[in-house]
């Protein structure tokens, strides 16, 4: 590893902490561990409407059977009505980083 000496003071304000980048990764991962999303929860954090969720992620054939529970994914589809979409949060939020590309490109 190469080193560079500076002599340089950086104030760090108290209600703050450095943390390594390995130390905050296993913060964020698990900050959803446990958690279930509904439809809204999954609106917010995409910032679309459920509309557009359903038509270009959760009906999409080439994301379907990786994502439906019955498959051994992650999202539970609901089979009658008044029932609620239920999404595991953690592995939701890593499908959507993952597929960022994907998702917002039509070709297959």
């Known amino acids: 590893m190469q080193e560079l000496e500076v ?13 390594s980048k390995i130390e905050l990764k296993q913060l964020k991962d698990t900050a959803l561990a446990g958690v ?19 038509e270009n992620i959760l009906y999409q054939p080439r ?11 992650f999202v539970y589809y609901p089979k009658n009505q008044g029932e609620k979409w ?10 959507l980083d993952k597929n960022f ?8």
Do not use: N
């Open 7 to 19: 002599s340089l003071s950086i104030p760090i304000p108290s209600e703050m902490v450095l943390i």
């Open 101 to 108: 590309k994907k998702i917002h490109s039509k070709a297959v």
């Open 63 to 73: 994301f379907k059977k990786q994502l439906d529970l019955e498959h051994g994914g």
């Open 86 to 95: 239920t999404f595991q949060a953690s592995k939701m939020a890593d499908f």
């Open 36 to 54: 279930y999303w509904t439809m809204k929860d999954l609106e917010k954090r995409t910032g679309k409407k459920q509309t557009w969720l359903k």
